[in-house]
């Protein structure tokens, strides 16, 4: 679990957009090195890794109420070189495109060949 995330100022501007039928949905997935707590304004992850993102398989899921939570899952393999993944990000493309959200965290080490499940999850609350 993400120690801070949040939905970027661009996020809530896709989340619009896809309510009115428009745009690209945020499903994919892509990490980094950054430590940086997210804030609204980011439109990028702070040291993106070089793994390519990954299209993460999209779905409804419950928290609180039926249906209030967007879930994104996906599986993102360590190529380059060992790293200690720090940050996650949520986009709607699979290069470039704009982040719909970011969270950071503890550390997670890996190693080439290495593999981390994220599931990143959105709760639409009414409070």
Known sequence: M?????VTDVGMGIATNRMIGAGTEPKYI???????APT??????????????????SSRATTDVSNDTYQVQGVITCAGS????TEVGLFDASADGNLFGRGTFSPINVSVGDSV???????????
Do not use: H, N
């Open 40 to 57: 609204a304004g980011d439109t990028v992850l702070e040291t993106p890794g070089a793994e390519a993102r990954t299209a993460g398989a």
């Open 30 to 36: 892509g990490w980094g090195t950054g430590t940086t």
């Open 82 to 85: 060992a790293k200690a993944i």
């Open 2 to 6: 993400a120690d801070v995330s949040l």
């Open 117 to 127: 499940q994220f599931t990143c999850k959105v709760k639409f609350d009414q409070g």
